[in-house]
C-alpha cells in the first residue's frame, strides 16, 4: 500500500511536470503569437499614421498650390494684357502632358499631342489682340500656367489614386487651409486689407457669398469631372472655356473679332473634336 502510494505519487508528479512544461510550451506559443500580432499591429498602426501623415502634407501642398494659382493669376494682371495672358494661358494642356509624362509616366499617342498642340495654337490665335507686358509680368503668367498644370495633376491622384478622396472630402479639406493661406497672403500687404475692410458694406457682402456659392460649386464640378477624365482634358476644356469668353464678349458687348480670331476659335474647335475623337476610340478598344 505504501509502494502503491508512492508510485503514484511518483506517476502523479512526472506527469505534473509533463502537463506543466506542454502548457508552458502552450503558453510561450501563445505569448510569441500575441507578440507577433502586437508587432504587426504595431507596424500597421505606424504605416497607417505615416500615410495620415504623409495624406495631410500631400492636402497642405494642394492647398498651396491652389492658393498660389489664385495669387499669380491676379498679380499676371497688373503686369500683362488679358490678350497676352490668355495667349501664355492657352499653353497650360502642353504643360500639362508634358508633367504628366513626367511625373506619373503617363504617355499619350503621337495623334494626341499634335491635337493638344492644335487647340493650343488654335486658342492663341483666337486670343490674339492688343499685347503689353513686362518681363516680370510674362515670368509670372508663365509661372501661373505651371502650377495651374501641377494642380491639376495632384488633384487627379488624389481622386484616382491608391488613397483616392470623394470630390466632397477633397474640396473640404483643402478649402479651409486655402482660405488661411489666402488671409496671411492678404496680411502681408495692411495697405490693401485696410482698404477691403474699408470697403465692405451689404451689397459687397452679398456679392462675395454668391461668388463664394459659384466657386464652390464650380470646383465641386471641376473635381468630378478630373476624377472622371484626367488633368489634360480638364485644361483642354479650360481651353475651350476662354475660347466660349472670347465668343459671348463678342455677341453681348460687341468686342472687335478678327478674322485672324474665327481662324483660331475653328482650328481651336477642330483640334478638341479631334483630341475627344483620339479618346473615344481608345475606350472603346
Known sequence: MIFATLF??????????KKNKSNKKADDQEYLKQKKNDDYQGKSRKKQNSE???KKLHFFLMSFLF???????????????????????????????????????????????????????GVAIATYGEINGSKFGIFITFLACFVS????????????????????????TMAPQASVIMFLGILTSKE????????????????????????????????NANKETSALTINIAGNIKHLCTIIISVVLFKNPFSKLNVVGAILATAGTI???SILNSKKKI
Open 52 to 54: 495620415t501623415k504623409n
Open 67 to 121: 492658393s498660389a494659382n489664385i495669387y499669380l493669376g491676379n498679380l499676371s494682371i497688373q503686369y500683362c494684357s488679358v490678350s497676352l495672358i490668355q495667349i501664355i494661358r492657352s499653353m497650360i494642356p502642353g504643360i500639362t502632358a508634358i508633367l504628366t509624362r513626367v511625373m506619373l509616366n503617363k504617355r499619350y499617342s503621337a495623334r494626341l499631342y499634335v491635337s493638344v498642340v492644335i487647340v493650343i495654337i
Open 274 to 276: 479631334w483630341y475627344t
Open 8 to 17: 503514484s505519487m511518483i506517476y502523479f508528479f512526472i506527469e505534473n511536470k
Open 149 to 172: 498644370s501641377l494642380k491639376s495633376i495632384m488633384c487627379s491622384v488624389f481622386l484616382k489614386g491608391e488613397n483616392k478622396s470623394s470630390p466632397i472630402q477633397l474640396l473640404s
Open 192 to 223: 490693401s486689407f485696410k482698404e477691403a475692410l474699408s470697403a465692405l458694406d451689404f451689397n459687397i457682402c452679398v456679392f462675395i457669398i454668391v461668388s463664394a456659392m459659384i466657386a464652390f460649386f464650380l470646383n465641386f464640378a471641376n473635381f
